[in-house]
């Protein structure tokens, strides 16, 4: 079974400008979230994704968004670039929405805005 | 709202000795309790998970915790380092609705040959 996949896996942009992660989840998988890794501030949960609706939410600015679409497959848009949105941008699926269930993870999109 | 505290962000160990990663945990419910490893640029692996059938946990590549509620603690083991074992190891306690993860800040261990 083919894991978790995110695309692209390296990302340069200027700031100011917006960008667009993908994530395709592992087959079977409903549950789609995403997390911000960065050396300050560690592993941060953006959002979650459940069968298209988004059923949980971080701390972040609006600028940070995301769908699901009727694939499970997700993506995350982040507009207005700012240079401390540099970091690794990591989405995990898991099969259901029970708290107990692990995530799986893909390895990452690492954006650098300059 | 839940956290997670991992002591030691840095862990260097002799190949062939103990690992001993800390981990303490707040939470208002019972928690569910999970390890990850990240090896360098890599997403984050599953190693474990804690919920609630048993308060020592196997997990994958000999690591074991366990789960000590009176401590508030799930501790990670690894009785003999290995030169793979050289890694970043993070915490997690899941919330009581959905998938979202709250982590440690991570222990990066460095395994001496």
Known sequence: KAGVTQTPRYLIKTRGQQVTLSCSPI??????????????QGLQFLFEYFSETQRNKG???????????????????????????????????????????????????????T | AQSVTQL????????????????????SVPPYLFWYVQYPNQGLQLLLKYTSAATLVKGINGFEAEFKKS???????????????????????????????????????????
């Open chain 2, 71 to 113: 401590e508030t603690s799930f501790h990670l083991t690894k009785p003999s380092a290995h030169m793979s074992d050289a890694a970043e190891y993070f915490c997690a306690v899941s919330e009581p609705a959905g998938n979202k993860l709250t982590f440690g800040g991570g222990t990066r261990v460095l395994v001496k040959p």
């Open chain 2, 8 to 27: 030691g962000s840095h862990v260097s160990v002799s190949e062939g000795a103990l690992v001993l990663l800390r981990c303490n945990y707040s939470s």
């Open chain 1, 27 to 40: 087959s079977g998988h409903r549950s789609v979230s995403w997390y911000q890794q960065t050396p300050g």
């Open chain 1, 59 to 113: 701390n972040f600015p609006g600028r940070f968004s995301g769908r699901q679409f009727s694939n499970s497959r997700s993506e995350m848009n982040v507009s207005t670039l700012e240079l401390g949105d540099s970091a690794l941008y990591l989405c995990a699926s898991s099969s259901d929405r029970a708290h107990n269930s692990p995530l799986h993870f893909g390895n990452g999109t690492r954006l650098t805005v």
